[in-house]
């Protein structure tokens, strides 16, 4: 065997333990890549239930919400009808009220006794006194 050939084989068993050594990094880059894309996977499956229920739980609140608006709108309602009412009533009992007060305030001050000589409208016994 010759200088080259001795040489030859050297850089061929050179060679060899560099493609060795390069393969390990390589296998263990495949693992990763088998691991992601099993996480990937699992996580594929557990989002289309997720999805799902998330789904059902929007639907369910716009229903809650379309509820709540319908009492919203009927307490509005009920509201405006009891200011209507109220407003009825102050119309057609408050006036009547107010001029039957005003009817017996001037009836007591009518036949109310009067001290001393002066007629309707005289001060009492002392001026500022309190009426009796």
């Known amino acids: ?3 080259g050939e001795i040489a030859g084989l050297i850089a061929a068993a050179v060679f060899a333990v560099l493609v060795a050594l390069l393969a390990m990094p390589i ?3 495949g693992r990763v890549f088998d691991e992601t894309r099993e996480m990937v996977r699992q996580l ?3 989002t289309g239930p997720l999805i799902e ?3 059902r739980t929007v639907a369910t609140t716009n229903s809650q919400l379309e509820k709540v608006d319908g009492i919203t709108d009927n307490v509005s309602d009920a509201s405006a009808n009891v200011s209507a009412l109220s407003s009825l ?3 057609t009992v408050g006036q009547p009220l107010i001029k039957m007060a005003a009817f017996s305030y001037g009836v007591r001050k009518a036949f109310k006794p009067q001290d001393g000589a002066g007629g309707p409208g005289a001060a009492g016994p002392a ?3 309190e009426p009796r």
């Open 127 to 129: 001026e500022g006194g």
């Open 53 to 55: 229920e998330f789904t």
């Open 27 to 29: 296998i263990k880059l």
């Open 44 to 46: 594929n499956e557990g």
């Open 1 to 3: 065997m010759t200088g």
């Open 89 to 91: 009533v102050a119309s």
